[in-house]
């Protein structure tokens, strides 16, 4: 067997031996043709030029990285795989944010990889961690060996402002009934009420002396005040 371009003899296969194997190459394309040599030494003339290609191919699971909506401060992770689809190294050397200002607002890991051929897919994890509200966006750009040239990931995503806590109001924080006779009743209420955001669980008891004279009258506990302006009634 020998190589096109230089004519030399680069391995040779037993008279019973159909397969040779070329290890250790790297990439690029090599061009083979092969000669036939009996016991005696004779040799047939070359064979047609045969050729193979040794390269890596890239492949992106994704090209656009949609965060959605997260709240200021807040993270949200999302990630993409990079496959070597070829049959030599596939080696990313950088992966880089570029564009606006946004680009402070994701980061990337890993940013530098190997990926043999045969090899499983590399998963890159990328993190958005919004600083201020709107839209936010960057591209990511993969720099390799493979023939493709520059890759690229664009990432989108929206900062939203963060919900406000709940907040406990009541109209008044005290009762007092004056005189009653026994046996008598007098009722009195008590507004409570969510000025603040999310969700607020509300839950009343008695406690102290002489609670078994005092009732409590609410649909049921635990209240649950879901907005501004939610009022209940005790």
């Known amino acids: ?8 003899s680069i391995g ?5 031996g159909t397969t040779f194997v070329n290890a250790g190459l ?3 394309t090599y061009y083979y043709r092969i000669k036939a040599v009996d016991t005696a030494g004779n040799k047939s003339g070359e064979s047609n030029q045969v050729s ?9 699971s994704s090209t656009n990285l949609d965060f959605g909506d997260v709240q200021v401060n807040q993270t949200k992770s999302l990630t993409f795989t990079v496959e070597n689809k070829g049959n030599a190294a596939l080696t990313i050397s950088s992966i880089t944010r ?9 980061t990337v890991s890993p940013t530098a990889f190997t990926i043999n051929a045969g090899a499983a897919a ?12 709107e839209t936010k966006s960057t591209t990511l ?5 493979a023939t ?16 406000l806590p709940p907040k406990l109001s009541i109209s008044h924080n005290s009762i007092n009934f004056e005189e009653v006779l026994v046996g008598k009743t007098k009722v009195d209420t008590v507004i409570v009420m969510n000025t603040g955001g999310g969700s607020l669980n509300v839950t009343v008891e008695r406690a102290g002396f002489d609670t078994t004279n005092f009732k409590i009258e609410v649909p049921k506990f635990p209240l649950e005040l879901n907005h501004e302006f939610t009022r209940r009634y005790i």
Do not use: R
Not at 2 to 7: C, D, E, F, I, Q
Not at 52 to 60: H, P
Not at 98 to 106: Q, R, V
């Open 26 to 28: 790297s990439a690029g």
């Open 141 to 145: 750009s993969i720099a390799h060996n």
């Open 98 to 106: 570029i564009g606006t200002s946004d680009t402070t607002m994701f």
């Open 1 to 8: 067997i020998t190589a096109a371009s230089l004519g030399d």
């Open 122 to 133: 590399q998963t890159v994890t990328v993190t958005f961690t919004p600083s201020s509200t």
């Open 12 to 16: 040779k296969v037993g008279k019973h």
């Open 52 to 60: 193979t290609k040794i390269e890596a191919v890239i492949n992106l």
């Open 148 to 163: 493709e040239g520059l890759k690229s990931v664009i990432l989108t995503g929206i900062g939203t402002e963060m919900p």
